[in-house]
């Protein structure tokens, strides 16, 4: 066992000689009794494909299953146990594969038929062993389905389903082989179209072995000369799913853009090109709208934006120019092709950009809004008619909004000077309306199917009415602690001096014990992260099991290339644990991006907070750059704290981040925590846990003065204390 792993050697040599017997136990040799048992379970089986016999590999299995995220992974499948030398039934499909002599000890999964669903070398390491096992087991229900229809005589369909789990896998080869075969089987069964399809998905497959420049123009071949819409679309979709094995995202947004325009609304190809643009974070096509918009806004490819930004969008032919809005403000006025660079600062930052387009008469026809560097998980909600700021007469009101993954919008409840006029049930989400000529204003609700609601106010008819005053208020939280880093109780208002820009600052302190805090939980799942995996989940597990749950709130998020949360805001541990274990790591490491999406999701949110991540401190594939995410951590009001695992690798990159992560943690009034010793996670995790709950919470009238940054200096005079709180904050 390697070196890097003593926790883990001294942990397995203890338990050897008791688990060793039960855990071979598990490992059936009777190959034809396993896959029986596995269609009476509908469940996979794991072989464990061996050519002689090795009391040391024994002793690593053995020793592993006493890991909870391996031994909950273990419950997904049957377990089996192959000697090479004596392969099963001659003619079956890992009889075959053991023939073409591949590297030995291996895994192989098998459906409940012996049918090989993806293989890979055996590792002498636990947590990359997991990776593995993590990784196809997320593919259950997809290989699942694909028995069932081989089960059913639809070989052709099985086999392009088993190419796109294997796809997945980053088991490329084998994935071109299943493609190419279920194209052949298409073939015979006369349809072309299917075959054309699975065509495609195997010149991709070949992109991704390495024959890249070859497969790209014989797709893009296809794409312009394909007999259908959907063949197209599909091609555009294997474009973009190879872009994205390379990690470039500009040109696979792009392809899948190009897929959404090119499909049959509601085909599987359109609603793939959807979801994948999803999954890049662009908001634009998850609205509630349905065909007959007017125009849409094109959101960047990226999670994060911020500096200069391109906005495009989908219009019909009797626009001649467009108006476009950064928080309300006129920034471009433009003619075809319509496209805008919108300057959005330096720090990412929360922004609405509404997009209102003119004939040549100067009518307003319609307006699309959208936002960016905004959370997820929230419902927002736009009016979109009238498009300008006075209306008279019979119109029409007609709101889009925002529908966060997994949900669907039921209804919108429309207002004039706040008494109902009107509730649309499904889109359009438009009514008909006889506007006074008077001064008003319109309010939009859209409800989820979960009853959330969120709205958009609008006003119209205002000309000669005053300006509203934006009165700003500040609250952030505060941790004040002794010289033994323990918490100082009993504070009031007047025990604190502040001071902003060195001017003399009035604070409104409030101590409230029983305050919910709201968590956030980053786990680095980048490619780094697989051979710490198990360590890395121990510490998570203890964040969930001593923060998560009760009163307090907490979400998920995991990040590589790109940040994903997998498990929004809940008080449910159970949910958060089995999202935890079920995750897997590959791709680059965009810290600085998962740092920014993860600041996003808490906007909006008021009382005690705090931002957890877990990361080797590797970068290697953000769009946002360090200073960047100083600027937005200064103004984001959430303490940060970064714990470094003892046991991951300190490459360059990380030794390079590290003084970017501890100057992030002390200006947000957090703490970085670099390679700590295993035996000091527990007081770690709990010591995070104490400041949190023991949060000040402080609150001011801040200063409205055009984006300056302002420092903020807190103290309590007369007592041997220190606050930890935010350095500063941008002026509105």
């Not at 890097?4 to 039960?22: E, Q």
């Not at 396993?34 to 040391?56: G, M, Q, W």
Request: proline share 5%; net charge neutral; glycine share 8%.
């Amino acid at each position: 066992m390697p070196t890097r792993w003593p926790w883990f050697r001294a942990f397995a040599v203890s338990i050897l000689l008791s688990a060793a017997v039960g855990a071979q136990a598990q490992w059936s040799t009777d190959y034809a009794a396993a896959l029986e048992r596995a269609r009476a379970e509908r469940k996979l089986v794991l072989i464990d494909v061996r050519k002689t016999i090795d009391p040391t590999q024994d002793a690593f299995i053995a020793a592993t299953e006493s890991a909870p995220p391996i031994a909950r992974a273990y419950a997904y499948f049957i377990r089996a146990r192959v000697d090479a030398t004596l392969p099963p039934e001659p003619g079956s499909p890992l009889a075959k594969f053991i023939e073409q002599g591949p590297p030995a000890p291996a895994f192989v999964v098998v459906d409940p038929t012996g049918m090989i669903a993806t293989s890979w070398i055996w590792y002498a390491n636990p947590s990359t062993y997991l990776n593995s096992m993590n990784m196809v087991r997320g593919e259950n229900a997809a290989i699942l389905r694909a028995y069932d229809l081989r089960a059913g005589g639809a070989e052709a369909e099985a086999d392009q389903i088993l190419g796109d789990v294997n796809i997945r896998v980053r088991q490329v080869f084998r994935a071109h082989d299943l493609y190419a075969r279920a194209s052949e089987e298409f073939a015979k069964e006369n349809k072309p179209v299917q075959a054309q399809k699975a065509a495609i998905l195997r010149d991709g497959a070949s992109y991704l072995s390495g024959k890249t420049s070859e497969a790209i123009a014989q797709l893009r071949r296809v794409a312009s000369h394909a007999p259908s819409p959907d063949i197209a679309a599909a091609a555009y979709i294997a474009i973009g799913r190879a872009y994205l094995f390379g990690e470039e995202k500009g040109p696979a947004n792009a392809a899948f853009h190009d897929a959404l325009a090119a499909a049959s609304q509601g085909s599987a190809e359109w609603t793939a090109a959807r979801d994948e643009l999803l999954r890049l974070g662009d908001r634009s096509i998850a609205s509630a709208r349905r065909g007959d918009a007017m125009l849409r806004i094109r959101v960047p490819d990226r999670t994060v934006v911020s500096g200069l930004t391109d906005f495009a969008v989908s219009l019909n032919d009797s626009v001649v120019r467009v108006n476009w809005l950064l928080d309300g403000k006129l920034v471009r006025s433009t003619i075809k092709p319509f496209d805008a660079t919108i300057d959005l600062g330096s720090t990412p930052r929360l922004h609405r950009i509404d997009a209102i387009a003119y004939d040549d008469k100067g009518t307003a026809l319609g307006r699309a809004s959208t936002t960016v560097n905004d959370r997820l998980d929230e419902l927002r909600v736009y009016i979109v008619t009238p498009a300008t700021d006075w209306m008279s007469g019979p119109t029409q009101l007609e709101a889009d909004a925002y529908v966060p993954p997994g949900h669907t919008l039921k209804s919108m409840e429309f207002s004039w000077n706040d008494k109902t006029v009107g509730t649309a049930t499904q889109a359009p989400w438009r009514i008909d309306f006889d506007a006074p000529a008077t001064f008003g204003y319109i309010r939009a609700v859209g409800t989820l199917d979960d009853d959330r609601t969120a709205e958009d106010t609008h006003v119209v008819n205002a000309a000669g009415f005053g300006e509203a005053m934006d009165v700003h208020t500040l609250v952030f939280p505060g941790t004040v602690v002794d010289r033994n880093g323990a918490r100082v109780n009993g504070l009031q208002s007047e025990d604190f001096s502040a001071l902003d820009n060195r001017e003399k600052l009035v604070l409104n302190v409030h101590d409230l014990p029983e305050e919910p805090a709201t968590i956030g939980l980053v786990v680095d799942m980048s490619a780094s992260m697989a051979t710490v995996l198990l360590p890395v989940m121990d510490i998570g597990s203890r964040v969930i099991n001593t923060m998560g749950g009760g009163r307090d709130k907490m979400f998920l998020s995991t990040f590589a290339e790109r940040p994903r949360m997998i498990q929004p805001l809940t008080g449910n541990r159970t949910l958060l644990m089995n999202r935890l274990l079920d995750a897997h790591a590959f791709g680059g490491t965009a810290l600085v991006d998962a740092l920014a999406f993860s600041m996003q999701q808490f906007t909006g949110a008021t009382g005690k907070r705090a931002l957890i991540f877990i990361t080797d401190g590797n970068e290697n594939a953000s769009e946002q750059s360090a200073n960047a995410i100083l600027d937005m951590s200064k103004g984001a009001g959430v303490p940060i704290y970064i714990i470094v695992p003892a046991e991951s690798v300190d490459t360059d990159t990380g030794q390079g981040f590290r003084k970017v992560m501890r100057q992030m943690c002390e200006t947000t009034g957090g703490v970085l925590f670099y390679r700590p010793k295993r035996e000091e996670i527990e007081g770690i995790v709990s010591r995070i846990r104490d400041e949190v709950r023991g949060q000040y919470l402080l609150s001011f009238a801040a200063k409205q003065e055009g984006g300056d940054w302002r420092t903020i200096r807190v103290t309590v005079p007369g007592k041997a204390a220190t606050v930890r709180t935010v350095s500063g904050y941008y002026a509105r």
